[in-house]
Structure formats: C-alpha cells, structure tokens
C-alpha cells in the first residue's frame, strides 16, 4: 500500500508555494505568514489561499480576505501574494488535499465478522470490513479496501488500490480493475431490464454476462450498473460516474467519460471517449454516442449523436437549433397576446361589415 506523504496541516505561503511549485508574486514579508485552508474568494479569511480560475474573478480576489491567491497569470495591482501556476485546477486539487481532514485510515486485515468463502486470494494490505461476505473464487488485489456490509460475488476479480465503500454489492463473475473507488451502497452486476412478452406474461430474460470496469474508475453512490445479457457491461477506464446513475445490461462506456447524476443509459448503448452526459440525461437503447460528444442536462437522447456534437432539451436537439426553440417558446405568452388583439380586431371588422349589409 502506498504510504502517504507527510505534509503540515499549517503551512506559511512560502511552504504551499514549495509544495505546488508556484513562483511566488509580492511582498517578501507575506511569504511567511501561516495558512491553514483554502476557500472560495468570497469565503476565504485571513488564514486561507484561495484561488481564481476565471479572470472575470480578479477583482474579487483581490477584494478578499485571503492570505495569498493561487493564479495562472499574474493579477495588476494586486497587493498580496500571488502563487502563480501552470494549472489551477491541479493546484487546487493538491491543495485541499493537503488541508484535507485527517481521518483514521482504513484497518489492515479481516474483521472478525466477515464471511470468507473458499478459495478466496487477498492480497497484501488489503483492509476488509465489518459483516463483509467474499464468496467462493474471489480475487482482491493489493491495498484494496472493502467497507463494511460490503458482498463480493463469486468468481469475481477485484484488482490493487481499490476502494470499496460500505454497503457496496458487486455480483458474481465481474472484473474491476485496479485504482477503482466505488461509493456506498452502489450495486454492481445484477440483473438488467430485459423481458420477453411470453404467453401473456413478462417474463426475465437470463442475464449471464458480467461487468467489466477498467482502471481508474469512480462511481458515485447507489448507481447501479447492471450485467449483460451475453459477454460484458463495460466502463472503460478513468471515466467518472455521480450519484444514482443507472446503467443498463450490455452497455459499453468509453474512456475517460463523464456521466453526471440521474443520467439513465438504456440497453446495449455505445458511448465512446471523452463523452460528457449533464444530470438527468436520458439514452435510448441502441444508440450510439460519438466520442466528446456532450449532452446538457435533462436532454432525451432518441437517436445515436456524431462524435463531438453538443446536444440540449428534449428530444435533443444540437444546441444552437434548441437555443432557437427555446427563444420562440419564449416568445409565445407575447405572441398569444398579439393573436388576441388581433382576433378581436377582426370581430370588430366583421361585425361592422354586417351593420353595412342590405337592411
């Protein structure tokens, strides 16, 4: 298991400039005064670094109490410190999880409770939880945590570094790669939505695929990603996945995607890389969605999307087609108003033109 690095939980400017290798901007006395946070330009005291990541943010930074500022390019005029990097989001990143709290890290070994099936191999430094049940032929890899309350299926292979939370189902025959971290009470492998209409009844079709979920993935809490009918469910790797996410039996997700929370992926549907789903996104089954495609939130996806198009509302539409929809619905309550004027006006003329007719 990798150990983690020492850092100070107070630090002065200077150290969180070492740290991030920033070159430091201002007023030498400044470097040496203490920080023990980062926070939001609008939060920040004197006591936190914040950070600005949109230019349209200077002034308020430099408005702020902060105590230093983490840039990419150098503000005019401003007065305290400016850590200035290459990227702010990866400083950032590093920052809060220097200042991140110090929680009790995760106990190396079995508890006493869990349930271990036969034939199971753990690796080194793995940590399984309370009332967690390993089933036969299990595989879990090295420095992998399992919380508590946690069920690993049969046959199932869990690879190094993963992180499990509590409550997390994954059933028998899946694959998870290494550096995975799922959320808890998330479910992983079972039973998709497929029935056949049989004799007046819905009956389940056998689902005896499995799921594969490759290297660096993360997903959210209570998502589900269900098995596939034949061969695998499959999340390529370093894709990110929210909160209540549903994915359905024989979908295939590319690399490197992000799916954000309520997104509901139907059967058999083809996401390639880079693909960005916002929340409540809807697919179709059988569709395709090209690689860095993006879909705004709450679009109902009806058809397969080239790669790289930018899709919103619903049905989806390309964005500058649902920008045009959305303006002349807009404009509706104004036009009603116009018709009525006009209906009236019309009465108006029609009843005056049965006053001149032939008495």
Known sequence: MATERKIPRKMTIDDLARHLGADILGPDADRHKPIAGIQPVDAAGGGDVTFVTDPRHA??????????????????GMTKPQLVVKDVQAALVETLNVFAPRREPAVVGVDPSARIGSDVHLGEGISIG????????VRIGAGTIIGGGGKIGANTKIGANCRLDANVVVYHDCTIGDHVVIQANSTIGAVGFGY????GAH??????GGVVIEDFVE???????????FGNTMIGAGTKIDNLVQIAHNVVIGRGCLIAAQVGVAGSCRIGDGVVLAGQVGLADNIEIGAGAMVGAQAGVMGSVAPGERLAWSPALNVKEAARVVAHLL???KLAQEVKRLTAKVDRLEAAKDDKGPG
């Open 59 to 76: 002034a308020a930074a430099a408005r702020s109490g902060a105590a230093a500022v983490i840039v990419s390019k150098p503000i005019d």
């Open 219 to 229: 997903i959210g809490a209570n998502t589900c990603v269900d098995r596939a009918k």
């Open 203 to 208: 009956r389940l079709i056998p689902h005896h």
């Open 130 to 137: 309370p009332h967690v049940v390993l089933e036969n032929n």
């Open 196 to 199: 056949a209409f049989i004799d």
């Open 331 to 333: 404009r509706l309550p």
